[in-house]
């Protein structure tokens, strides 16, 4: 269905930042919907961490 072998998921409490020179080729595809509740949740992370708050966020999304 999104192009890759196995289920795969994205931790947005663990995010990196990262070179687009480091990206060799493209590996799978996701639709609008899921980059849009990615987004939503990477802005949440980074709202709560500009806050200074550490509380127990789960925040993981399964494509």
Do not use: C, W
Request: charged share 25%.
């Amino acid at each position: 269905m999104n192009g890759l072998t196995k289920p795969s998921s994205i931790d947005t409490l663990q995010l990196r930042g990262a070179s687009l020179d480091r990206f060799l080729r493209r590996i799978g595809t996701m639709d609008a919907y899921t980059m849009e509740e990615i987004t939503a949740a990477i802005a949440v992370v980074i709202d709560i961490s500009n806050k200074g708050h550490r509380g127990k966020l789960e925040t993981a999304i399964h494509f």
